[in-house]
Every structure is written in structure tokens, then in C-alpha cells.
């Protein structure tokens, strides 16, 4: 796994080790085209990363030029491999980890009230959740206006044309990983 494109392209992300069953990390080629999508370059876009995992998508954004990224796991090694893939790149000042369950940080966040640009979500394919984290950042009022919503999942697992107030706006399958981007019009 590497940084794609942007000020660290090329640079190898730490992975999960070989037995891990709880961290799938994105594929490159999936990056690159999930970037394609949104755009090449994230100037002045907040950037939350749900089910982080290594970071890589988080990470690939900041490398992009988003000025913040947030980074949510539950997982102890998905927060070590975070940890170390940030301090790596070197973008500890501009990275924040929150070692809590997404519902929880999503609570934190909109308390605090951080709005993002750009939020990522790569839950574990067998909790089909796609539907409950729309509902819960929704509730959470994180996302800023105009912002994209990303969620990658099952092809098995059908994600809604709109719920919440979302919109789907594009889809992608790639294997059996579907992409979903969704808007508030």
C-alpha cells in the first residue's frame, strides 16, 4: 500500500499484519478512482476518515492538500497502524486519531462542532451498516454543506438511492467492494 498522489505519492503505508481479520485496507487502484471521482486535490476540505483502519484514505487526502484530517477506530491495531502511518508521513500536525467507536466520535465531533468537507466510511463488510452511519452522521451534523459522503461496502449489501436526506450521487464496484457517494441537495 502507498500514498497515491500528492506530497507524500509513492510513500508505503504500514498494513495489518498477515492473521488480522478486522482491517481491510482500500486497494490502491480504488483510491486512485475514489480521488478521480472527488476531484485530484482537497485544498481547504476537512477530512473525516470513519473505520480508519490504516488511514490510508484520511492520509491520502492530507497528501492531497486537505488541511485536517480525523481519523475513528475502535480497533487497537487499526489505531497502532494509524499512529504509526501519520507519524510516518509526517502529518502529526495536521492529523487527529479518536480512539472511539464511530457512533460515539461522531457524538464528540458535533458537540465540538467540527463540520467536514469530505467523510469516508470503510465499515467491516459484515456489520451492513450503510444505512446506520448515514442516520448517525445525520444526527451528528458533521457534514458541512455541499459536503460528499463516502461509503465503501459489499456489493451483497444494497446501498439506499437516498436516506436521511442523502442522495446517492454515484456508485462503483470494483470485486465485491461497492463505493457510494452521497450528497444533501
Known amino acids: 500500500m502507498r500514498i497515491v498522489a500528492g506530497s507524500a505519492k509513492g510513500r508505503a503505508l504500514a498494513g495489518p499484519k498477515a492473521t488480522s481479520k478486522h482491517i481491510r485496507p482500500t486497494a490502491d487502484r480504488v483510491r486512485e478512482t475514489i480521488f478521480n471521482v472527488l476531484g485530484q486535490w482537497l485544498e481547504e476540505q476537512k477530512v473525516l476518515d470513519l ?3 490504516t488511514g490510508a484514505l484520511g492520509l491520502e487526502s492530507v497528501s492531497r492538500g ?3 484530517a480525523v481519523l475513528v477506530d475502535s480497533d487497537r491495531e487499526a489505531l497502532a497502524l494509524c499512529r504509526t502511518n501519520t507519524d510516518t508521513l509526517g502529518f502529526g500536525a495536521r492529523v487527529e486519531i479518536l480512539a472511539q467507536p464511530v457512533e460515539r466520535a461522531l457524538e ?3 458537540r465540538r462542532g467540527d463540520r467536514f468537507e469530505l467523510i469516508f ?4 463488510y459484515a456489520a451492513r451498516v450503510v444505512e446506520t452511519v448515514l442516520e448517525a452522521i445525520a444526527r ?3 457534514l458541512a454543506p455541499g459536503g460528499t459522503v463516502v461509503v465503501e461496502h459489499d456489493k451483497r449489501e444494497a ?3 437516498s436516506h436521511e436526506g442523502f442522495e446517492r450521487v ?3 464496484r470494483f470485486g465485491d467492494t461497492l463505493v457510494s457517494l452521497f450528497r444533501i441537495p
Open 140 to 142: 451528528s451534523k458533521v
Open 66 to 68: 486537505a488541511p485536517r
Open 51 to 53: 473505520y480508519a483502519g
Open 108 to 110: 464528540l465531533l458535533g
Open 121 to 124: 466510511a470503510d465499515p467491516p
Open 159 to 161: 446501498a439506499p438511492e
Open 170 to 172: 454515484d456508485q462503483r
